[in-house]
């Protein structure tokens, strides 16, 4: 159990397009999911907490109207790169959270299998 | 500043050799500390999750030790096999009324090599 989906895997975009990447969670509900950002040889940095039905939270730096999340339902974020530009080439990884045990400290946190945004 | 550092950045081993990672970390209050499995671009896959009261956790050829006192983690592998190759990521938790944040380390990179 506890599987996310993340698509596409690999994505290659022109400068100034918009770039939609989906994440599921596929057996289990997640109100919460995480975008984060990695790039080569660094660790994952997380970009923004997407709740189901309300607004995202970005982490500072990270700019709102570039990088748009939804998360309409409780098995799906999208995160949206708007107008991109070669900087934002990178490993985009969501996750979820699943409760486990009912309790918080071990909320199982799985991960998609990421998503390389190129943009030429 | 809740940090999580690794140690060493990479290693290279032959192929049945065991072999030890290390973590250290600042995170506080803790909860609970992960160690994943990340290859070659993909997504992270968990590997163990310990809490304040675990000194150590096994799963299969991987087993994790945490000793909350001096806030230090390890991760042996066992007869290292060629699909060991990857990056071995500690991740810490902290605790807190709706705390869902992780302070990631940069990993480890292990290649195993025949």
């Known amino acids: 159990g506890a599987v996310v989906s993340q698509h596409p895997s690999r994505v290659i975009c022109k400068s100034g397009t918009s770039v939609k990447i989906e994440c599921r969670s596929l057996?289990?509900?997640?109100?919460?999911m995480f975008w984060y950002r990695q790039f080569p040889k660094q660790s994952l940095m997380l970009m923004a907490t997407s709740n189901e039905g309300s607004k995202a939270t970005y982490e500072q730096g990270v700019e709102k109207d570039k990088f748009l999340i939804n998360h309409a339902s409780l098995t799906l974020s999208t995160l949206t790169v708007t107008s991109a530009h070669p900087e934002d080439s990178s490993f985009y990884i969501c996750s979820a959270i699943r409760e486990q045990g009912g309790s918080v400290a071990n909320y199982g946190y799985t991960f998609g299998s990421g998503t390389r945004l190129t943009v030429v | 500043k809740n940090q999580v550092e690794q140690s060493p950045q990479s290693l290279i081993i032959l192929e049945g050799k065991n072999c030890t990672l290390q973590c250290n970390y600042t995170v506080s209050p803790f909860s609970n500390l992960r160690w994943y499995k990340q290859d070659t671009g993909r997504g992270p896959v968990s590997l163990t999750i310990m809490t304040f009261s675990e000194n150590t956790k096994s799963n299969g050829r991987y087993t994790a030790t945490l000793d909350a006192d001096t806030k230090q983690s390890s991760l042996h592998i066992t007869a290292s096999q060629l699909s060991d190759s990857a990056s071995y990521i500690c991740?810490?938790?902290?605790?807190?009324?709706?705390?869902?944040?992780?302070?990631f380390g940069k990993g480890t990179k292990l290649s195993v090599i025949p």
């Open positions: 991740v810490v938790r902290a605790s807190g009324a709706g705390s869902y944040q992780l302070t």
């Open positions: 057996d289990f509900q997640a109100t919460t």
